[in-house]
């Protein structure tokens, strides 16, 4: 295989003053994209706010031969969104990628938890996202071209005291799958990634060890970018998609229906008839994944759809 490279391709990656970010921005870079890292440098809850992270990938960059520039504004508001944008417009003339990860995280769960905590999530993570690829999408259509790699979490899957985060993870899903149908004309394509590396939101110590410590799993940022940069190439062959990626894994994450129980006792069901088919309701065997809304309704509405189809064909 040839190898895959960015070279007059610029991209606009948030949260890249640290870890993973970091490792993208880095990444790309040296594979030839010019690269706008953004990062506001605050803490890992999201206070405060700090030139020195990006400057610092910024020269690392640079030192390794590669082109990028700094850029400080806050994804969590629209005029921060635009002006992350306008750095890639006016610097470089264009944006071809955007790979959204600014994220914070402030550990918190019921009952304890406060509508500050789940709003301050939603705007940085959700909202963060939204407004970046607001900004972006008219340039991308202009071009017929632009590649999305939004970040998820497996933190999805639940933890009792991270519930604002996992929401605002999970609403990313969610927001790429309806993105990916708007995009799919105008050759724009929206994944995510869901990483697994061991970062300060992760837990880990704040400068990342160069080597695994005895006795502990390695999770390094730089084993997360491969998969986005793959995810933010011309060749990506997937839109709408989620993908994890960590400690040398990689792969596929995705929503799933089981067939389920279709009522068919000539009248309305009963919640005694969900009881009596619950096994058939939760039946993993013959699953399918939907690729999008209409494509699950229709899925979900066969059993009537085909008796529709029957009469119609009768009468």
């Known amino acids: 295989m040839s190898k895959l490279s960015f070279e007059g391709r610029v991209a606009v990656v948030t ?11 880095r990444l790309l870079a ?26 610092k990938v910024v020269d690392e960059i640079a030192a390794a031969g590669g082109e990028a520039v700094a850029d400080t504004h806050d994804v969590s508001t629209p005029a921060g969104g635009q002006a992350i944008v306008g750095t890639a417009i006016e610097r470089f003339g264009r944006i071809d990628i955007l790979v959204n990860n600014a994220g914070i995280i402030r550990y918190a769960g019921l009952p304890d938890i406060d509508a500050e905590n789940l709003e301050r999530h939603l705007a940085v993570h959700l909202v963060g996202s939204f407004n970046t690829m607001r900004a972006a999408w008219p340039h991308f259509v202009d071009q017929r071209y632009g590649r999305v790699v939004l970040t998820t979490s497996s933190g999805m899957f639940g933890m009792d005291n991270n519930l604002s985060y996992a929401a605002a993870k999970a609403g990313t899903v969610g927001m790429a799958r309806s993105a990916k149908l708007a995009g799919e004309p105008h050759n724009i394509k929206v994944n995510l990634i869901a990483p697994a590396a061991m970062t300060r939101m992760g837990g880990g110590p704040e400068d990342e060890p160069a080597e695994a410590a005895p006795g502990m799993p390695y999770m390094p940022s730089d084993a997360v970018a491969p998969m986005v940069a793959y995810l933010a190439h011309e060749s990506c062959p997937v839109n ?6 960590g400690a040398g894994r990689f792969a596929r994450l995705f929503l799933a229906s089981t067939e389920g ?21 939760n039946d993993e065997k ?27 064909a009768s009468s």
């Open 15 to 25: 949260g890249a003053g640290r870890g993973i970010g970091r490792a993208h921005a």
């Open 286 to 312: 013959g699953y399918y994944v939907p690729t999008d809304l209409m494509a699950w309704t229709g899925a979900f509405l066969k059993h009537q759809l085909g008796q529709l189809g029957t009469g119609a």
């Open 30 to 55: 040296a594979r030839g994209a010019k690269v706008v890292v953004n990062d506001l440098g605050g803490s890992m809850e999201g206070d405060g706010a700090d030139a020195g992270p990006a400057q």
């Open 240 to 245: 709408g998609e989620t993908y994890t990626a």
């Open 261 to 281: 129980y279709a009522h068919d006792g000539g009248g309305p069901a009963s919640i005694e008839d969900v009881a009596a088919n619950w096994e058939a309701i």
